[in-house]
C-alpha cells in the first residue's frame, strides 16, 4: 500500500505560479499512475491532471491546459505539478492520488484511483 503526502500548497496572486509535490512511500512507485484533483469549497473533486507510471502518457483537463504540467520522477518517489498563470478559480485543495496498474495509460476519473493523500490548500487572490 503506497502512502503519499503533497507538499507545495499557499497562497499567491493571479498571474502568479506554484508547484506541488507529492512523495510516495510504502510501495514500488513506478507501479502506479498518478494524478493530481482537486476540490473546492461545495463543489465535487474533479480531475486536473494524471501520468502514466513511466511518463509517456499525460492527461489534462482543459481548464488547466497550457497553463499546467505534470511530472513524475521514479527515482524519487516524487510526482509533481508546475501551475502557472494561477487564476482565482483555481483556487481549491489539491489531492495527489495512485492507481495500482500493470497498463500504461492515465487514468483520468477520480474513482479510478486508490490511494489518496491528506491534500493541500491552493488560494488565488485576485
Known amino acids: 500500500q503506497v502512502q503519499l503526502v503533497e507538499s507545495g500548497g499557499g497562497l499567491v496572486q493571479a498571474g502568479g505560479s506554484l508547484r506541488l509535490s507529492c512523495t510516495a512511500s510504502?510501495?514500488?512507485?513506478?507501479?502506479?499512475?498518478m494524478g493530481w484533483f482537486r476540490q473546492a469549497p461545495g463543489k465535487e473533486r474533479e480531475s486536473v491532471a494524471t501520468?502514466?507510471?513511466?511518463?509517456?502518457?499525460?492527461y489534462y483537463t482543459d481548464f488547466v491546459k497550457g497553463r499546467f504540467t505534470i511530472s513524475r520522477d521514479n527515482a524519487k518517489n516524487t510526482v509533481s505539478l508546475q501551475m502557472n498563470s494561477l487564476k482565482p478559480e483555481d483556487t481549491a485543495v489539491y489531492y495527489c492520488?495512485?492507481?495500482?496498474?500493470?497498463?500504461?495509460?492515465?487514468?483520468?476519473?477520480?474513482?479510478?484511483?486508490?490511494?489518496w493523500g491528506q491534500g493541500t490548500q491552493v488560494t488565488v487572490s485576485s
Open positions: 492520488a495512485a492507481k495500482l496498474t500493470p497498463r500504461t495509460v492515465a487514468f483520468t476519473r477520480a474513482n479510478d484511483y486508490d490511494y
Open positions: 510504502g510501495s514500488t512507485f513506478s507501479n502506479y499512475v
Open positions: 501520468i502514466s507510471r513511466y511518463g509517456m502518457t499525460t
